[in-house]
């Protein structure tokens, strides 16, 4: 029972454009939702995250979006730059149970110049 | 520099024997924790601690022992490694857990073959 899913394996945008990476969760307990991006041969690195009291969270170019209610989250990423070209892991706990943090399969994302 | 530090980045060893990854990071946290990443699998979860001499079983805890003596090393141990056993592997650390308000830092991974 995979309790997150990021359904789109890769996805392709232009440079300048909106890059829209969904994921969905089954757990009704994860309140606390991270992304993370990973370049081929380094570790995943913390992008953003939200906790499930807010529905938005915006940092420059990036803004998380919660729905609570359908259980899913979305990273939009405005503009797109070639160097966010990167491999993108949604994560998620529960503040019951800090200790554990279940992933997505991620998403590849590429933005052509 | 903050970082986490896995040695080594690459092991290719055979079925059976015993080997260890080290894990060390230089950011006096609290919590430490192993994944594994398999191709469609995603970062499977094996073990993580809250704390020194405390470790709890995460997703895919079969096969691997670890242990925390010390804050800072988070050691992962395969006394018997097997092929299955091939994979990506993360550590990671972070405050205290892996929360909003306590993300996790990674190391660079280590690329495991066990034939």
């Known amino acids: 029972d995979q309790q997150v899913k990021q359904n789109s394996p890769s996805l392709s945008v232009q440079e300048g454009r909106i890059s829209i990476l969904n994921c969905d969760y089954t757990n009704s307990m994860f309140d606390y939702f991270l992304w993370y991006k990973k370049y081929p041969a380094e570790g995943p690195t913390f992008l953003i995250s939200?906790?499930?009291?807010?529905d938005k969270n915006e940092d420059g170019r990036f803004t998380v979006f919660l729905n609570k209610s359908a259980k899913h989250l979305s990273l939009h990423i405005v503009p797109s730059q070639p160097g966010d070209s990167a491999v993108y892991f949604c994560a998620a706990s529960a503040q019951t149970n800090a200790g554990k943090s279940t992933f997505g399969d991620g998403t590849t994302l590429t933005v052509k110049p | 520099e903050a970082q986490v530090t896995q040695n080594p980045r690459y092991l290719i060893t055979v079925t059976g024997k015993k080997l260890t990854v080290t894990c060390s990071q230089n950011?006096?946290?609290?919590?430490m924790s192993w994944y594994r990443q398999d191709p469609g699998l995603g970062l499977r979860q094996i073990y993580y601690?809250?704390?020194?001499?405390?470790?709890d079983k995460g997703d895919v805890p079969e096969g691997y022992k670890v242990s925390r003596k010390e804050k800072r090393n988070f050691p992962l141990i395969l006394e018997s490694p097997s092929p299955n056993q091939t994979s990506l592997y993360f550590c990671a650390s972070s405050l205290f857990g892996g929360g909003v308000s306590s993300p996790l830092h990674f190391g660079n991974g280590t690329r495991l073959t066990v034939t």
């Open positions: 601690s809250m704390n020194v001499e405390v470790t």
């Open positions: 939200i906790s499930s009291i807010k």
């Open positions: 950011m006096n946290h609290e919590y």
